[in-house]
């Protein structure tokens, strides 16, 4: 048995360090995604559309290249030897089309609870995904580490002081419009929580068997076209837009659509649905912080604590080396 090379070490450190830095550029990017939404007049149905149609259709050209290409063609780990047989092509469309779902649900609910209650509210609410993502991957027969476990206990601890801290503008109290809208804001937030839940268990899935060019501009465009058909049926005119809403589309879909939920498909391969999960807890840190400088909305000072404890927990999974071996034996096996 040769031994191991003695530059493995210092390779995987380099791999680390550049998820962290898709990671971080991810999460930034998504987290832009409500002010954007903020700023735009068009309803969360048109913009949940083109932003998953759009970046689909960006994406396409380069799917289609990989899945043309001949076998052996490409980067290592992004040629087609690594898309699917025959045999199991039915499977990974049917994956796909869950996904595709899942994803358009998530950013329908998330965008129409940005319509009822406040940017803190919304995105907090909508990252509690880790916890749905935890009950998947418990059910999948995989355990948490004890670290991981402590790092999703204490970022949602920070998660429910951020949203304690934005009760106060997020329209819980006032006339019972004001009340009901608030709540039905908050269910909306959740049901987006769930549904990005199962988009990266699928997306996990999914970059299990072949490269991201490959399985992101299928998801993002069954998750446009679902999006289309809603809007059929109530009637939504997805092509009435002002200039000001043309150029906001625009934005999401290059900057948390692509820049965004494109890397995150990618980061799904190297570092797990969970870590991803978890990282995205910061994604209210960040858009609070967003709201603060771009919408005036200045965040409380019990906010600043809970970003600080949602922070911590993010460092204490994204570091834990024992979530690190978990992730590459699943990928072994």
Do not use: C
Not at 63 to 90: F, H, I, K, S, W
């Amino acid at each position: 048995m040769e031994p191991e090379s003695p530059v493995q070490p210092s390779l995987r450190r380099t791999a680390s360090s550049l998820d962290l830095g898709l990671l971080t550029v991810a999460i930034v990017s998504v987290s832009f995604g409500a002010i954007l939404a903020r700023w735009s007049d068009a309803p969360a149905l048109v913009l949940s559309f083109w932003r998953t149609m759009g970046g689909g259709l960006l994406l396409l050209p380069g799917t289609l290249r990989t899945a043309m290409a001949p076998p052996g063609v490409g980067p290592p780990g992004r040629g087609t030897e690594n898309l699917p047989r025959d045999a199991d092509r039915t499977r990974t469309l049917r994956w796909m089309a869950i996904g595709g779902i899942a994803l358009a649900v998530h950013f329908w609910s998330w965008l129409a609870s940005l319509e009822r209650t406040s940017v803190a509210v919304s995105v907090t609410l909508v990252t509690t995904t880790p916890f749905f993502v935890a009950i998947a991957e418990r059910l999948g027969g995989r355990r948490l580490t004890r670290r991981s476990q402590a790092a999703l206990v204490i970022a949602f601890l920070g998660v429910t002081i951020l949203s304690f801290s934005a009760s106060d503008t997020g329209g819980a109290t006032g006339s019972s419009t004001q009340v009901a809208g608030h709540i039905s804001g908050v269910v909306l937030a959740l049901i987006g929580a769930v549904a990005m839940a199962v988009y990266l268990v699928v997306g996990a899935r999914l970059r299990s068997t072949m490269p991201a060019t490959v399985s992101t501009a299928p998801v993002f465009l069954i998750a446009g076209s679902g999006l289309f058909v809603a809007s059929r049926v109530v009637e939504v005119d997805v092509f009435d837009l002002t200039p000001k809403d043309w150029v906001l589309v625009a934005m999401m879909v290059l900057g948390p659509q692509l820049a965004g939920h494109a890397i995150l498909n990618h980061l799904l391969g190297t570092i797990g649905a969970m870590t991803i999960a978890i990282a995205l807890l910061a994604e209210p840190v960040v858009s609070t912080i967003l709201a603060w400088l771009l919408l005036s909305e200045r965040p409380a000072d019990l906010a600043i604590v809970g970003a600080a404890v949602v922070l911590i927990g993010l460092a204490l999974r994204l570091f834990d080396p024992q979530a690190r071996i978990s992730r590459a034996a699943a990928n072994r096996s």
